[in-house]
């Protein structure tokens, strides 16, 4: 079993059943039985615990706190556990109730590893919050050690400082900074982004970010929205300073890092996520939303496999912050924009076909490393560029790549929105039709345990479609059933 096995068998955490352990009657009986920390489990079926005693211990044994059996791991793995396994204490300096020190004691014979680091047999190491616990093996991760003292000193709204413990940060971006979270109810793992608030502004017009009434209107809007292939929005919280949006967690990372860690895609890889976000992006266009700021930071992935679910995040985003911050990325070059909008400076009216352009720069940044406009040129403005449409393939990136893959970028990337391909004809076009692709979406959405966003299958057994045919199961794709 290697690293990417374990994390292809991560849990969807958003939806497992999970029956996570709650303060009783029992802790209003006792004020010194408070929850002092957590164990967030990392694979199901592993149950959260809710410390609230001294000591805790793990092994096989039915007398240990936490008894691991076949129904939590493998009979492989089970076989090398220990009957006790390990203990975790909490042990109060010189009697001080308001001064512990938590650690972790191994007393396994095949080891006991915190973020991947050997305890060692009759050994102790201080603990402390989002220390991943393993067994046996570095790469059986079981355990996210969590302790509230952490989770309340973080300075959320009450709303939310009640509902989630904050903990790693995961990345920051034009938008606002992003950090792991968890369900202080259930456990679960989600991403909350929090984007501050621009200072009081002379302007007529109130911005808005701090206009409670629109942020509430796009929060039922996007609330509403449910895909298989779009980050799902839990909440949003609005507080005088920031506003704070709680989403579904996905463990794969940004399409910009998996690009940047690898060169490039392979053909092949690129075309199974650029589907998905095709479907997800067709679905946002049904239900009246146009993304406007499609790039690979916002098209995020489920794990670290080449075959795995993509979905699209930061949608309706652009209705909130400032829409030249949106224009931006990471360089500060309007690279993914359309060049209608920067014909009117982002003022003007623009269609749908906006983000029909951004997919041809993403599918040519996933399958070439790059992207179709030079920023040191300084002959050519980058604006000049993207409004002449002003771009070629160099043999040297493209040499390997299909006619059919750059037919499509050349149909994505027309400068006149009206003579471009729309998503429909996308979904339509050539390069997409191929049974092997719609297969393995099938079998990626069978194996999720998201089961709300499953979609009905594709008729794998079928797949030679006159376009009529294969519009309806694009449309059931779109859960349009």
Same mark, same amino acid.
């Given at each position: 079993?290697?690293?990417?096995?374990?994390? =292809?068998?991560?849990?969807?955490?958003?939806?497992?059943?999970?029956?996570?352990?709650?303060?009783?009657?029992?802790?209003?009986?006792?004020?010194?039985?408070?929850?002092?920390? *957590?164990?967030?489990?990392?694979?199901?079926?592993?149950?959260?615990?809710?410390?609230?005693?001294?000591?805790?211990?793990?092994?096989?044994?039915?007398?240990?706190?936490?008894?691991?059996?076949?129904?939590?791991?493998?009979?492989?793995?089970?076989?090398?556990? /220990?009957?006790?396994? &390990?203990? !975790? +204490?909490?042990?109060? !300096?010189?009697?001080?109730?308001?001064?512990?020190? !938590?650690?972790?004691?191994?007393?396994?014979?095949?080891? +006991?590893?915190?973020?991947?680091?050997?305890?060692?047999?009759?050994?102790?190491?201080?603990?402390?919050?989002?220390?991943?616990?393993?067994?046996?093996?570095?790469?059986?991760?079981?355990?996210?050690?969590?302790?509230?003292?952490? &989770?309340?000193?973080?300075?959320?709204? /009450?709303? =939310?400082?009640?509902?989630?413990?904050?903990?790693?940060?995961?990345?920051?971006?034009?938008?606002?900074?992003?950090?792991?979270?968890?369900?202080?109810?259930?456990?679960?793992?989600?991403?909350?982004?929090?984007?501050?608030?621009?200072?009081?502004?002379?302007?007529?017009?109130?911005?808005?970010?701090?206009?409670?009434?629109?942020?509430?209107?796009?929060?039922?809007?996007?609330?509403?929205?449910?895909?298989?292939?779009?980050?799902?929005?839990?909440?949003?919280?609005?507080?005088?300073?920031?506003?704070?949006?709680?989403?579904? =967690?996905?463990?794969?990372?940004?399409?910009?890092?998996?690009?940047?860690?690898?060169?490039?895609? /392979?053909?092949?890889?690129?075309?199974?996520?650029?589907?998905?976000?095709?479907?997800?992006?067709?679905?946002?266009?049904?239900?009246?939303?146009?993304?406007?700021?499609?790039?690979?930071?916002?098209?995020?992935?489920?794990?670290?496999?080449?075959?795995?679910?993509?979905?699209?995040?930061? &949608?309706?985003?652009?209705?909130?912050?400032?829409?030249?911050?949106?224009?931006?990325? &990471?360089?500060?070059?309007?690279?993914?924009?359309?060049?209608?909008?920067?014909?009117?400076?982002?003022?003007?009216?623009?269609?749908?076909?906006?983000?029909?352009?951004?997919?041809?720069?993403?599918?040519?940044?996933?399958?070439?490393?790059?992207?179709?406009?030079?920023?040191?040129?300084?002959?050519?403005?980058?604006?000049?560029?993207?409004?002449?449409?002003?771009?070629?393939?160099?043999?040297?990136?493209?040499?390997?790549?299909?006619?059919?893959?750059?037919?499509?970028?050349?149909?994505?990337? +027309?400068?006149?929105?009206?003579?471009?391909?729309?998503?429909?004809?996308?979904?339509?076009?050539?390069?997409?039709?191929?049974?092997?692709? *719609?297969?393995?979406?099938?079998?990626?959405?069978? /194996?999720?345990?998201?089961?709300?966003?499953?979609?009905?299958?594709?008729?794998?057994?079928?797949?030679?479609?006159?376009?009529?045919?294969?519009? *309806?199961?694009?449309?059931?794709?779109?859960?349009?059933?």
């Amino acid at each position: 079993m290697n690293d990417e096995e374990i994390v =292809l068998t991560l849990p969807d955490t958003q939806n497992a059943d999970l029956v996570c352990l709650t303060q009783s009657q029992e802790l209003s009986q006792e004020k010194t039985m408070v929850v002092w920390g *957590r164990l967030c489990p990392i694979k199901l079926p592993f149950k959260p615990v809710e410390m609230i005693k001294d000591v805790y211990t793990l092994g096989r044994s039915e007398k240990c706190d936490i008894c691991i059996t076949e129904k939590e791991l493998k009979s492989k793995w089970l076989s090398v556990m /220990s009957k006790v396994h &390990f203990r !975790i +204490t909490r042990e109060f !300096i010189d009697g001080n109730t308001n001064d512990a020190v !938590i650690y972790l004691e191994d007393l396994s014979q095949n080891g +006991t590893f915190i973020n991947k680091q050997r305890v060692g047999r009759g050994k102790k190491v201080v603990i402390e919050s989002n220390n991943v616990i393993s067994l046996a093996q570095p790469i059986v991760t079981v355990y996210v050690f969590m302790n509230t003292a952490t &989770f309340e000193s973080n300075d959320l709204p /009450s709303e =939310l400082r009640s509902k989630y413990a904050v903990s790693r940060k995961l990345g920051s971006g034009a938008c606002g900074e992003v950090k792991m979270v968890f369900s202080k109810n259930s456990c679960k793992r989600f991403a909350m982004k929090t984007i501050m608030k621009l200072g009081d502004t002379t302007s007529k017009h109130r911005h808005p970010l701090n206009d409670p009434e629109k942020i509430m209107n796009e929060v039922k809007i996007l609330k509403a929205l449910k895909h298989p292939y779009v980050v799902r929005m839990e909440e949003i919280v609005d507080s005088p300073k920031a506003v704070y949006i709680v989403l579904e =967690l996905m463990e794969g990372g940004e399409l910009f890092e998996r690009i940047k860690s690898r060169g490039k895609l /392979s053909e092949k890889t690129a075309k199974l996520i650029f589907y998905q976000v095709v479907l997800a992006v067709s679905y946002l266009h049904d239900s009246g939303i146009t993304h406007r700021d499609l790039k690979p930071e916002n098209i995020l992935l489920a794990s670290n496999s080449d075959v795995t679910l993509a979905k699209v995040s930061d &949608f309706g985003l652009s209705k909130l912050v400032d829409a030249q911050t949106m224009m931006k990325t &990471f360089c500060g070059t309007p690279m993914y924009v359309a060049p209608e909008i920067l014909f009117t400076t982002g003022r003007g009216s623009y269609t749908n076909q906006v983000d029909v352009w951004s997919l041809g720069v993403i599918l040519y940044a996933c399958l070439s490393g790059s992207v179709p406009f030079n920023c040191q040129d300084k002959r050519v403005s980058l604006q000049d560029q993207i409004k002449r449409g002003y771009y070629t393939f160099p043999t040297s990136k493209f040499g390997h790549i299909t006619e059919k893959a750059i037919d499509l970028i050349k149909r994505m990337l +027309t400068i006149d929105p009206k003579k471009r391909i729309t998503i429909k004809q996308v979904l339509l076009h050539p390069w997409l039709q191929d049974r092997e692709l *719609r297969n393995t979406i099938d079998n990626l959405l069978l /194996s999720t345990e998201d089961e709300e966003n499953i979609v009905p299958s594709s008729n794998s057994n079928n797949y030679q479609y006159t376009n009529e045919q294969y519009q *309806r199961v694009v449309k059931r794709a779109r859960l349009d059933l």
